[in-house]
């Protein structure tokens, strides 16, 4: 079965007109009938998995698999940098605590909860049920971004929700990868649940987590102090921005060749590019309004490659045949979610200056919505049945994050912010 990698990709002089076709419809249809185009990417990427292109001089689409490291190296970074560069400093510094919070130990609790309750509700051998609980456990950043897009919310919130997306990204890897390299080295697998043979320091857990998540703060903040020295010898914006996705991708290889997240190292680097590009003394309003529609360009072609990836890893026929395991997924998923929210943002209301109200506080829960990510990671697991099994489980979820937990987060944001202008005080 060939995959399809960065190389095919390049090499084949049909995918890209094809790609931006595909947006430009999908762009059409949505605008005619209020869907998301969004949704309508999704739809045509599950359309084009299920058909069978054998006999008209296209080799069948279903024989190929997207190299998840595609996924993780070349389209969440970019979204995950845009989102925070555009988050203002002094308002993260409100939200900083809780966003924090809710992407390290949220993630934590969402994968311990999960996968409890999976492996209690659904029988899977206890390494399987973690693994999933920590691939689905971080929310999908580019999913919050586009219903963001459509509905308004206070922007404090916004700004709340955005940090955590990007951050629990790398907090979800982190912990994935971890999982997997303690059943790896003490001879569990995911077709084996021997989890009582399996013996975890947790401290040293702990510090390895530290070590990998800060690690790639420093280095984004690095990188980004140093690019900023270098913007105020530059005056031209095509320069500039060159100099914007220099420091984006040098965060990531740089902090993935320390052993850090790359992830979190783009996080910080988009942050810290925001404050560059609100300092008129470093960046003119010119050389700022181009790199601002440029990362907008990038961030949409990014979040069409996240969605269309969805719909093409789709297989709706494993998905029918397993709905009864994936409705408990969605169950445990959900738990998760709350035991992994509510508690945190209570704490952080009573013992910070960051208030959130109850409303807040349902939005935040229902926004823990599941994409691309979650995909790509089920799709590095070694090949096994179980494999297969989370594959669709994790599809399901992400399913119904599309086709349910959407359209219920836009409904109930209208509903309780009909003016997007509450904003609790932090007193």
Same mark, same amino acid.
């Given at each position: 079965?060939?995959?399809?990698?960065?190389?095919?990709?390049?090499?084949?002089?049909?995918?890209?007109? $094809?790609?931006?076709? %595909?947006?430009?419809?999908?762009?059409?249809?949505?605008?005619?009938?209020?869907?998301?185009?969004?949704?309508?990417?999704?739809?045509?990427?599950?359309?084009?998995? $299920?058909?069978?292109?054998?006999?008209?001089?296209?080799?069948?689409?279903?024989?190929?698999?997207?190299?998840?490291?595609?996924?993780?190296?070349?389209?969440?970074p970019p979204l995950i940098f845009e989102a925070m560069m555009k988050i203002d400093r002094e308002q993260f510094k409100t939200i900083r605590i809780s966003a924090l919070a809710l992407a390290t130990v949220g993630v934590g609790l969402a994968t311990i909860v999960g996968g409890l309750l999976l492996s209690y509700l659904a029988g899977l051998p206890t390494i399987v049920a973690f693994a999933f609980a920590a691939l689905i456990a971080p929310t999908d950043a580019a999913i919050v971004i586009e219903v963001f897009k459509r509905v308004k919310i206070p922007k404090t919130l916004a700004t709340l929700m955005e940090s955590e997306a990007s951050f629990n990204d790398a907090t979800g890897v982190i912990i994935f990868s971890s999982i997997m390299a303690i059943a790896a080295t003490q001879g569990s697998s995911l077709s084996t649940d021997n989890i009582s043979g399996i013996n975890v320091n947790i401290l040293e857990t702990l510090g390895h987590f530290a070590w990998v998540f800060f690690g790639g703060i420093a280095i984004g903040v690095g990188l980004g102090v140093g690019s900023q020295y270098l913007h105020r010898l530059i005056e031209e914006p095509f320069s500039e921005t060159a100099l914007s996705v220099a420091t984006l991708f040098g965060s990531v290889v740089i902090s993935?060749?320390?052993?850090?997240?790359?992830?979190?190292?783009?996080?910080?680097?988009?942050?810290?590019?925001?404050?560059?590009? !609100?300092k008129p003394n470093i960046m003119g309003e010119k050389v700022r309004a181009y790199a601002s529609n440029f990362w907008e360009m990038i961030a949409f072609f990014a979040n069409s490659v996240a969605f269309l990836y969805l719909g093409l890893n789709m297989d709706?026929?494993?998905?029918?045949?397993?709905?009864?395991?994936?409705?408990?997924?969605?169950?445990?998923?959900?738990?998760?979610?709350?035991?992994?929210?509510?508690?945190?943002l209570a704490a952080t209301h009573r013992f910070t200056k960051e208030k959130t109200t109850g409303a807040w506080r349902h939005v935040i829960m229902i926004g823990g919505m !599941?994409?691309?990510?979650? $995909?790509?990671?089920?799709?590095?697991?070694?090949?096994?049945?179980?494999?297969?099994?989370?594959? %669709?489980?994790?599809?399901? +979820? +992400?399913?119904?994050?599309?086709?349910?937990?959407?359209? $219920?987060?836009?409904?109930?944001?209208?509903k309780a912010f009909p003016e997007a202008t509450q904003e609790p005080k932090n007193s």
């Open positions: 079965m060939p995959e399809l990698s960065l190389a095919h990709l390049l090499s084949n002089e049909y995918v890209i007109p $094809v790609f931006l076709l %595909t947006i430009f419809l999908a762009s059409l249809v949505a605008t005619r009938v209020k869907v998301p185009y969004t949704m309508i990417l999704v739809a045509i990427g599950i359309s084009i998995s $299920v058909m069978d292109f054998t006999g008209h001089g296209i080799q069948n689409i279903a024989g190929f698999k997207v190299d998840p490291k595609l996924i993780l190296y070349f389209v969440i993935n060749a320390l052993g850090f997240s790359g992830l979190v190292a783009a996080a910080a680097a988009g942050l810290w590019f925001g404050v560059i590009m !609100r709706m026929a494993r998905i029918g045949q397993n709905l009864p395991l994936i409705a408990l997924a969605i169950i445990a998923v959900l738990a998760a979610r709350a035991v992994s929210t509510y508690p945190i !599941r994409g691309a990510l979650s $995909v790509a990671l089920v799709a590095t697991l070694p090949e096994s049945e179980m494999k297969e099994i989370l594959k %669709t489980i994790t599809f399901g +979820v +992400v399913l119904s994050s599309l086709i349910i937990q959407y359209p $219920v987060l836009s409904r109930y944001i209208k």
